[in-house]
């Protein structure tokens, strides 16, 4: 399901919760903390391909209903737009897990700014869904995951860091990243709210990752 509509010309931004904090793949002109209502970040999605396979699969994040999540906020050039939207279309939906659609967020720097960014939600109605599982439920799937993008334990971690950068800390994340046993569980900005990050601007910032290999679904 596509929303992004065509005729759309100007700049666009883009809403990561998950490895897109981290390795987003693309170059964008600003990167600001951001928080969207009225949904939360869960490791809602098994992973058939990209962290695990349907005989072992692993798990993903999604954003499902109610709560709300913190994230990165990327603003991406008008002239990016159309390869980026086809970029995170490639990475997001190759098992057409996710549902394409614009959301309200509210960007966490100076100015207070809200925007409408473009992101991935669960489909509920899908076989991937795994809906809401405890943490050793969790542990286990993520344990044994390991797909075309590697370990579904970096996954985990790097996520954790990624939040922990930004002085956020989510429970049960934080958890199912402890079973693996990594101190990176636990990694927190000192002193720190996130409300106090700002937002990282230049001419264009160079992508953390590459347009090589998805790390979604």
């Known amino acids: 399901m596509a929303v992004t509509d065509a005729h759309e010309t100007g700049d666009l931004w883009v809403f990561g919760?998950?490895?897109l904090m981290w390795r987003p793949g693309f170059a964008?002109?600003?990167r600001v903390p951001a928080r969207l209502?009225?949904?939360h970040r869960a490791l809602c999605v098994f992973s058939f391909v990209h962290r695990g396979t349907p005989e072992k699969p692993g798990l993903?994040?999604?954003l499902d209903r109610g709560g709300m999540c913190r994230g990165i906020a990327y603003r991406v050039a008008a002239g990016k737009r159309d390869e980026t939207v086809a970029y995170l279309r490639g990475r997001e939906q190759v098992?057409?897990?996710y549902l394409e659609t614009v959301r309200r967020i509210a960007l966490e720097d100076e100015a207070r700014r809200q925007v409408r960014a473009l992101t991935y939600i669960v489909d509920r109605g899908h076989v991937q869904y795994a809906g809401r599982l405890?943490?050793?439920q969790s542990v286990h799937y993520v344990r044994q995951g390991f797909g075309r993008s590697g370990a579904n334990r970096d996954y985990v971690v790097e996520t954790v860091r990624a939040l922990g950068a930004l002085g956020y800390s989510e429970t049960d994340l934080h958890?199912?990243?402890g079973g693996m046993g990594s101190s990176a569980s636990t990694t927190m900005v000192p002193g720190r709210r996130s409300s106090e990050r700002r937002g990282q601007n230049?001419?264009?910032l160079s992508a953390m990752g590459t347009h090589g290999t998805p790390a979604l679904p």
Do not use: F, H, M
């Open 17 to 19: 919760y998950g490895s």
């Open 28 to 30: 964008a002109l600003e």
């Open 37 to 39: 209502i009225g949904l």
């Open 60 to 62: 993903v994040l999604g």
């Open 95 to 97: 098992t057409s897990v």
């Open 134 to 136: 405890g943490v050793a």
């Open 175 to 177: 958890a199912i990243a």
């Open 202 to 204: 230049s001419p264009e």
